[in-house]
Every structure is written in structure tokens, then in C-alpha cells.
């Protein structure tokens, strides 16, 4: 699939329209500091073979998006969220969700299915909050909703994803990578070397570009708690979630549906952070079944 840039938002967009055109429009989200080429092909490939039109980019500030400016104090920021002040970042997340809108605007689409994983999941929560009539339906994985209530990352989980590799060439990064990611992979379904390296390398060959991390990561610790915003939400929202995630725990997944007025909530037992090819049937079926769903529903309307 050819990859294409957009200007969406006031900014420039890289994407990939997987197609048909005549299909259901769905929008993968990726979480932090993620690339779109961190999707499974399993997962986005089923959905297509649904008869969605699968739409993947990469947010700003990683891939060939484009980047931004300023090294926002993570400390300041989440200071200023205890005081209930405005945090002086570079971007917010509902400036992220905008770009995901945008991109639907450049593409002609007046409505569409929304999906995103981790920080993903954050954005789509917001899109679902500013731009609920764009949207025909939202999934949520293995997300959250800011609420500073709620179990934290485990220490282990938390290193993996913060931690710097020691040098920026290739093979250390890819290295580094999986060493990470095997902290909090689903311990159920565990990737092979080979996937994983296949998997890091391609993230990497696509862009590399460490500094877009602490704006993406004082944009999610600046929106605070979601909840409140949460509970306006009516557009059909599904919740998914490993109850071995170690990053953000499945209590993320639960507040997130139980803060979403009629959401549908899935735990899966031995899934962690991430996207396992394994139950990625069994994500398709939750996906589109809960799109067709709704589409009925606004059909219905």
C-alpha cells in the first residue's frame, strides 16, 4: 500500500488508505510514540476482509508526520494539573484527536469507526468528547481515562517504556526495543524473535525520532482525568482490555467503560500491552460486530 501526506489540522499527515472505497470507513489510532507501522496485518486485514475501508497514520511528532516544537518540563505539567491550572504544553490530545478529525476531513469522509490502542485509545475517548458527530462508533484498547485514582504502571512496565537504549544506531534501538516490549507483551501470547525483530525494525525503518516522546507524553499527563468529559458521551463505545497488562491496568479499561454511558467492556484473560496475532480474530469480531452495530443504529435513526 502506497503511504500519502496530507495537510490535516493545520499540520502535515502521513496515512495509508488500505481501501475499498466503498467500505466502512475505520481509523486506527496508534498509541505513544508509536508509528502506523506498529499494526498487526492480521488485525487490519480481517477488518477489511469485513468490508472496512481501514485508515492507519501516524500521529504527530512520530513516523513521517509532521514535528513539532518545545521540550515541555513533565513535572510543570502535571503541577499544574493537581492545581486545576492549564498546562503549558506544545499540544494537547484533543489537538491529536483534531488531527485524526482532519485527516477525515481531507479525505472526504463525513463519518467513520474509530479505534485506538493505549495513548490511541485517549485520543479516540477525545474525538468520541469534541467530535461526537463525526464518529459512528469507538473501540478503546487497552486504554484509560486519566483518572488519578487508579492503579499505577508497574515499575518494571514503566522503566521498559521510558528507558533510553544507549546509542541511536539501528540495531541497538531494534534491540532495545524488544527488550521493552517484552516486559509488557501478553504473557499468554508471546511474539517470537523473529516477529518482534521484523516488528521493531519496521517501526524503526519507517522513522525514528526520540524527541517527539516527552510532547506526546505531556499531552496525555496534561489532559488530566477524562471521566467527567467521558460521561456526555452517546456515540456506541466498546472498551477492550488484557487482564495482564502491566502498563495500563485492565482497572483502566474498567473505569472506561463504567465512565461511558452504555459502553460494552471485553477482558481477556493473558492479553497484555499489545496486540498479540493470536486473538487478533477475536479482535475483529468485537470490532466489527460492535460497528455494524452501530451502523445499524444511525441507520435506524
Known sequence: MTQQQVKANGITINYEDRGPADGMPILFVNGYTSTMMSWPPELMDGLKARGFRVIRYDNRDVGKSEKLKGIPSIGAVAAAVREGKTPEIPYTLSSMAADGI????????????VMG??????????????HPDRLISVTSI????GNPDLPKSSEAAMVALQEQPASEDRETVI??????RRVYQSPAYPM????????CAAEFDHMYYPEGASRQYAAIVGDGSRVERLKNVRVPFLVIHGLADPLVTHDGGTDTAKSVPGAKLEMIEGMGHDLPAELCPRFVELIADHAIAAERKAAAE
Open 192 to 199: 517470537s524473535d523473529e516477529a518482534l525483530y521484523a516488528r
Open 117 to 130: 490502542i493505549s495513548m490511541g485509545g485517549m485520543i479516540v475517548q477525545a474525538m468520541a468528547i469534541n
Open 102 to 113: 482532519g485527516l477525515l476531513d481531507a479525505l472526504g469522509i463525513k463519518r467513520a469507526h
Open 142 to 145: 487497552m486504554s484509560t481515562t
Open 175 to 180: 534491540r532495545h526495543r524488544m527488550k521493552g
